[in-house]
């Protein structure tokens, strides 16, 4: 397999682990706050160090200290810029009520089961989180495939590893309005399946345009680049979300975890 099939392939599967999450939802009627806090710390913690530990060191070896930190602004700026157009908020959504006050659906809305309203609400919620993750995925994408074309294929697999664990409480969040508001476990896992999709289009987008181009100074600056996105999304979207449900001690927990998780898998596999 060539290392562009090949990190494609690591795109297609990071991307479709959203699938995994809504699978998982199937089985959560009341989910234990802990146990987010705990998954969401993990995830970031293994963002991050695979972000400071193999993304930018590589990038500093192959193109310089300078060109790297470029690399990782730029990666920065470019997913806050998205951020701040198309948000993507899923933690809890504010409908009106018949008397003018204001109820909260949060992410997991088992309690809310009141009528047609209600399901309009959280079917509206569940669509808005596809979408925007589906849009926050593209960037996602083009980082595992610019860390699968590397030629070094243990790096790309770890990268891959990293923003799949990430994409798992995603597909939990699109899954769970979708399956409350319909009933439907098939719509749910569609709306959650095509938020992943996303990724291997955003390296397709991105493997188009940046074809020609293609030069080792090129694709290591762009793992500076996936950097940059990567510690945007642990540090503005799963640790606040975590933090949401008050369980600071397994947030921190999580996240040295998911760090020494990843240090070890590094460790053996090299």
């Given at each position: 397999?060539?290392?562009?099939s ?46 400071f530990?193999?993304?930018?060191h ?6 310089g ?17 998205i ?23 949060d ?9 047609q309203?209600?399901r ?23 980082a ?33 309005p979708?399956?409350?508001?319909t009933?439907s ?12 999709l996303?990724e291997?289009i955003?390296?397709?987008?991105g493997?188009a ?31 606040p ?18 760090m020494v ?10």
């Amino acid at each position: 397999m060539s290392d562009v099939s090949f990190a494609f392939v690591l795109t297609l599967v990071a991307g479709l682990s959203t699938g995994i999450g809504s699978a998982i939802a199937y089985f959560i009627r009341k989910p234990d706050t802990k146990y987010m806090s705990l998954i969401l710390g993990f995830s970031a913690g293994v963002m991050l160090y695979i972000s400071f530990a193999e993304l930018l060191h590589q990038s500093f070896e192959k193109v310089g200290f300078l060109n790297a930190n470029l690399g990782f602004f730029a990666g920065i700026a470019f997913i806050a810029v998205i951020d701040i157009l198309i948000p993507h908020e899923y933690k809890q959504e504010r409908i009106d009520e018949p008397d003018g006050g204001v109820a909260e659906i949060d992410e997991y809305p088992h309690r809310y089961r009141h009528g047609q309203k209600d399901r309009h609400h959280l079917m509206r919620a569940g669509m808005l989180t596809a979408i925007g993750i589906a849009i926050h995925n593209l960037p996602e994408g083009l980082a595992v495939f610019s860390s699968g074309i590397t030629g070094d294929r243990t790096f790309g697999f770890l990268v891959a590893i990293a923003i799949a664990l990430h994409n798992i409480p995603e597909g939990v969040s699109v899954s769970m309005p979708i399956w409350e508001a319909t009933g439907s476990r098939g719509k749910a896992f569609l709306y959650s399946f095509g938020a992943g999709l996303a990724e291997p289009i955003g390296a397709i987008i991105g493997y188009a345009i940046l074809f020609n181009f293609l030069t080792p100074t090129l694709i290591y600056s762009l793992l500076a680049f996936a950097a940059g996105i990567m510690v945007y999304i642990s540090l503005d979207e799963l640790l606040p979300t975590a933090h949401l449900y008050g369980k600071e001690h397994q947030v921190i927990i999580g996240v040295i975890g998911g760090m020494v998780v990843m240090a070890l898998s590094i460790i053996l596999i090299r």
